[in-house]
């Protein structure tokens, strides 16, 4: 893998470990498991991250671990316990991963607590 000084590369279509392995080793900064996809095919998306990321810090390898092919929220949240450096995701996912029941109630009665105030001054 050839890199321009300054230019990051990422390795895509990652499915395992060796592969994260081998293109570290050939120079990729970021590597991206498509996790959803591993998924889809009875395999362990969230465990092939884990393991990635397990390799690089055994053998000290600066790469980092982009995940990818997210389908939903828990996806995102699982591979953020096993270490994964960064994500890529749709924008539904992302809005998704903001929001809560229990916020969403929280900003509303902060909202109507604060329309009082108005009156004060």
Excluded at 15 to 33: H, N, R, S, Y
Excluded at 37 to 42: E, H, P, T, Y
Excluded at 92 to 101: F, G, K, N, S, V
Aim: net charge negative.
């Amino acid at each position: 893998m050839v890199k321009e000084a300054g230019m990051k590369v990422t390795a895509t279509a990652i499915f395992t470990q060796q592969q994260a392995l081998i293109a570290a080793k050939a120079g990729a900064d970021f590597v991206a498991p498509y996790v959803n996809r591993l998924d889809n095919i009875s395999s362990h998306g969230i465990d092939v991250v884990a393991d990635i990321v397990k390799t690089y810090e055994l053998y000290g390898i600066s790469s980092k671990v982009l995940g990818a092919s997210f389908k939903n929220v828990d996806q995102i949240y699982r591979v953020s316990l096993v270490g994964c450096h960064a994500v890529t995701a749709s924008f539904e996912i992302l809005e998704a991963i903001m929001r809560h029941p229990m916020t969403d109630k929280g900003v509303l009665d902060f909202e109507r607590d604060g329309m009082h105030l108005y009156d004060v001054w």
